[in-house]
């Protein structure tokens, strides 16, 4: 699951900073900020309000029961890149959230 997350997670976020890239018109992302937070991109982007609360709604997910505390969706990333248990309903509704940017970036 978490390798499954991560493809989505880094596939969003590239889907979004090309978006941005074609609505400024940049050719290559050194003029972008060098981000994993998805809700500044989504706030550059003007997201439609759908999409905005959903990425609202998930703050973070929390850690296995076996462990304590829970990842910020800005470090989702690393928690999946290595290998933290997370939270089984938490996980799904962040790769839930992110298919549907990812969906959003192909048709917009």
């Known amino acids: ?11 969003a976020e590239c889907g ?3 978006r941005l890239l074609i609505r400024q018109k940049l050719r290559d992302t ?12 989504a706030k550059d982007l003007n997201l439609p309000r759908t ?5 609202d ?7 296995h029961a076996s462990t304590r ?8 990333h690393q928690a999946w890149r290595y290998g933290a248990k997370l939270n089984e309903a ?4 962040a790769q839930e959230a992110l298919r549907a940017l990812i969906n959003w970036c192909e048709r917009d």
């Open 30 to 41: 050194e003029s972008l900020d060098p981000t994993h937070d998805l809700r500044k991109l």
């Open 69 to 76: 505390g829970s990842v910020s969706l800005a470090e989702l």
């Open 1 to 11: 699951m978490a390798t499954v997350g991560l493809l989505l997670f880094y596939s």
């Open 90 to 93: 938490d996980e799904k509704e």
């Open 51 to 55: 999409l905005s609360a959903r990425l």
């Open 57 to 63: 709604r998930l703050q973070s997910c929390r850690r």
């Open 16 to 18: 979004m900073k090309e």
